[in-house]
C-alpha cells in the first residue's frame, strides 16, 4: 500500500463583480447559519452529528441553503466543538476553573462572518485547464470563476486534489484552499544521517555544514514587536486593521523563511542519499526556562511549523527521517561523548573538558543529533538474521 501525504494548495479567485457579491453574500449566510447550529448545540449539551442534524436541517433547507451547503454548516459547528473538547483535555485552555476554560465553555462557539466554508465536489467543480471554477452561491450556481495560481501548483491540482476545498475571504480578496492527497516516494536506504539542531540564534544548524542564522528574522520581530506597541497604544479602528495586517504579513514572512530551509535541508539530504535526524521538541516552550526578555523570542518562534515542513518535504522526496532525544546534546562532546554543563560555554563555543576540543556549540549538537539518529535508524530496521 502506497502512503501518502496530505498538502494544501491555494488559489486565488479572480470573481466579476457580481460573483464577488454572490460569494460573500454565501459567506455570510453560511457562517450566521452555522453560529445558529452551534448555539442549538450548546443547548442541548453537544449531541452527536447525526442527531444534530435532526434538530437543525429543516430549518436550514427552509431558509435557503442547498442539501450539501446545510450538511456541511452542521459538520463544520460540530467540529468545532470536538476541537474545543481535544483543546481542553490537553490541558491548552489551563486548568479547570480558570478564566479562560471558564469562558471558552460558558458560550456557544461563534464563527467570523468571513469565516472559511467548506465545499465538496457537488458543489464546487474545477476546469483545470481552463483555470476556473463553478461554485454554489445562496443566489444559484456561478460557472467560469477564474482563478490564479503558479504553474506547479495547478501540475499538483490537476495530480493529487482530492476532498474538500475550502472558501475564505481575506482583505476583499477571496481563495478557494484545496487539500491534495500526494503519494510519498519510495524511502531509500540511507548513507549516514544529517543531524538539525534548531535553535532561535541559529535557526537551524545542520551536521554537514549548513547554518540558517536567525538575526535577520529576530532583527524583523523586534521591529514588528515595537510597531505593534505604538498601535495597541492607539485603540482606534483604524489600529486594529494595521494590527491585523502585520501579523498576517509576519506570518507570512516566517513562513516563507521556513519554507526555504526546509527545502535546503531536504535537498542536501537527497543529493547525499542520508537521512535526516530531527530533535523531538514536543513540549519544549513548558521544559525550557528563560528570562522574560528571551521569552518572547522563544514563544514567537514557529518550532512545530518547520519540523513539519522538513516532515512532509522529506516525506515527498522519499528521504528517511527519524527523531531523537534531544537531552544533553549541547553539553556532550561529539568527539569524545563526555557531557559536563561546563562544555558549553556560552552560546556559541563549546569546548570539551574531558578531550579539549574547540568547535561551535550548535554544529557539535548537529553531530551528536546525527549520531543518535544512527543509532534510532538502525535500531528500528528488521533483522536481517536468518530465521533459525
Known sequence: ???????????????????????????????????????????????????????????????????????HVIKKARDAYTTLHANIRAGNL??????????????????????????????????????????????????????????????VLQQYRKGESDLIERDGVFYLVATCDVPEAETYEPDGFIGVDLGIVNIATTSTGYQAAGRGLNRYRKRQLALRAKLQKKHTKSAKRRL??????????????????????????????????????????????????????????????????IVYKAKRAGVPLVFVDPAYTSQACAECGHVDKRNRVDQGLFICRGCGVVTHADRNASHNIATRGETVWNAGRESRVPAP
Open 94 to 155: 489551563g486548568k479547570e476553573g480558570s478564566k479562560r476554560r471558564v469562558k471558552a465553555e460558558s458560550k456557544p462557539i461563534t464563527f467570523r462572518p468571513k469565516a472559511a466554508q467548506p465545499f465538496d465536489d457537488r458543489s464546487l467543480s474545477w476546469q483545470l485547464d481552463a483555470q476556473t471554477v463553478s461554485i454554489w452561491t445562496t443566489a444559484g450556481r456561478i460557472k467560469n470563476v477564474r482563478f490564479a495560481c503558479s504553474a506547479d501548483a495547478l501540475e
Open 1 to 71: 500500500m502506497i502512503s501518502r501525504v496530505k498538502i494544501v494548495t491555494q488559489v486565488k479567485l479572480m470573481p466579476e463583480v457580481d460573483q464577488a457579491a454572490a460569494l460573500r453574500s454565501t459567506l455570510r449566510t453560511v457562517n450566521e447559519a452555522a453560529c445558529w447550529v452551534s448555539k442549538v448545540a450548546f443547548e442541548r449539551g453537544v449531541p452527536r452529528e447525526y442527531e444534530l442534524r435532526k434538530h437543525t436541517y429543516p430549518r436550514l433547507k427552509a431558509e435557503g441553503l442547498g442539501a450539501q451547503a446545510a450538511q
Open 244 to 309: 491585523k495586517e502585520r501579523s498576517r504579513r509576519e506570518q507570512r514572512h516566517v513562513k516563507n523563511t521556513n519554507h526555504i530551509i526546509a527545502k535546503t535541508i531536504v535537498t542536501e539530504a537527497e543529493r547525499t542519499s542520508a537521512g535526516i535526524s530531527l530533535e523531538e521538541l514536543k513540549g519544549i516552550r513548558q521544559r525550557v526556562r528563560l528570562r522574560k526578555p528571551q521569552r518572547v523570542a522563544l514563544h514567537s518562534w514557529a518550532f512545530a511549523q518547520l519540523g513539519d515542513f
